[in-house]
């Protein structure tokens, strides 16, 4: 599981589509299923139901779209403050 697979998980359980999803995050909707069905077997749970109107997270998605936005704020927000210490130590205000 890598930082991008939760990024597209969490864009496609926000659309609840994976074609609204792929447009929004300009990746094929192929390549984009598959990066979504590598983490749920990685997981070994489904996180996604999918239908022909779109998709419906599970109890399992839910729990783990909630858990991963978290992290993903975490990790944006580890990203800024890096940044702005690296930017202070070079005089970069």
Known sequence: MDLKQIKYFLEVAEAYSFSR????IHITQPALSRQIQQ????LGVPLLV???RGVQLTESGMLFRDRAAAIVRE???LRA????????HLGIH
Do not use: F, I, K, Y
């Not at 983490?39 to 990685?42: K, N, P, Q, V």
């Open 21 to 24: 999803a792929s447009a929004r």
């Open 39 to 42: 983490l749920e077997h990685e």
């Open 50 to 52: 999918r239908h022909g």
């Open 75 to 77: 990790m944006e927000q």
């Open 81 to 88: 403050e890096v940044t702005d210490e690296r930017a202070g």
